[in-house]
């Protein structure tokens, strides 16, 4: 079974700056991983996604990075905003039903 | 609102209850997921379904867990004599009926059990 792993459970960061958050998998086999940000009592919120074929997703100040002899992938935020601060989990997509297999979040705190 | 709802957002009750959620997809997704979510965890996968068919169910859901989508909308997720493992943030998601589509999550139903 595919399990994803997000070692940091916290990372702080200056407004501004880079905020890079990281995501490790331990099955080659997938299709797609995404990212959701989540709030407080709220849902989680999907950010970007990458599939198995490419090695880079943008989508304005987020971009993923996938790299595959590593089994590693992870996001970047510039410029990091007050806003921001959330927690950020990693997902990866199951296949065909689109069931989501979830890491343990990183807590992103961009301070001000 | 075209979001996923979910019915109450918060629900407390004393162990050996049952108590019940309810999700509300958006309307065009005919695929439902439920998950559960603790503190310090990512959401864990329940169950899904594809219209009203319940296609998958994670060894995680007891059998005091039950989830219906009877006319392939709304879905319910029961909860019967429930224990106090059984807190946490029920999420109900929806999807497009396509292989990579994201799901969209609801606000979810904080469960307290005491």
């Known amino acids: 079974d595919q399990q994803v792993k997000q070692n940091s459970p916290s990372l702080s960061v200056q407004e501004g700056r880079i905020s890079i958050l990281n995501c490790d998998y331990t099955?080659?086999?997938?299709?797609?991983f995404l990212w959701y940000k989540k709030y407080p009592a709220e849902g989680p919120t999907f950010l970007i996604s990458?599939?198995?074929?490419?090695d880079k997703n943008e989508d304005g100040r987020f971009t993923v990075f996938l790299n595959k002899s590593a089994k590693h992938l992870s996001l970047h935020i510039v410029p990091s905003q007050p806003g921001d601060s959330a927690v950020y989990f990693c997902a990866y997509n199951g296949g065909a039903t689109n069931k989501l297999i979830f890491g343990t979040g990183t807590l992103l705190a961009v301070q001000p | 609102d075209t979001g996923v709802s979910q019915n109450p957002r918060h629900k407390i009750t004393k162990r050996g209850q049952n108590v019940t959620f309810r999700c509300d997809p958006i309307s065009e997704h005919n695929r439902l997921y439920w998950y559960r979510q603790t503190l310090g965890q990512g959401p864990e996968f329940l169950t899904y379904f594809q219209n009203e068919a319940q296609l998958e169910k994670s060894r995680l859901l007891s059998d005091r867990f039950s989830a219906e989508r009877p006319k392939g909308s709304f879905s319910t997720l029961e909860i019967q004599r429930t224990e106090q493992g059984d807190s946490a943030m029920y999420l109900c998601?929806?999807?497009?009926?396509?292989?990579?589509?994201?799901?969209?999550f609801g606000s979810g139903t904080q469960l307290s059990v005491l």
């Open positions: 990458i599939s198995s074929i490419k």
């Open positions: 998601a929806s999807s497009l009926d396509r292989e990579g589509e994201k799901l969209f």
């Open positions: 099955n080659s086999m997938f299709d797609y």
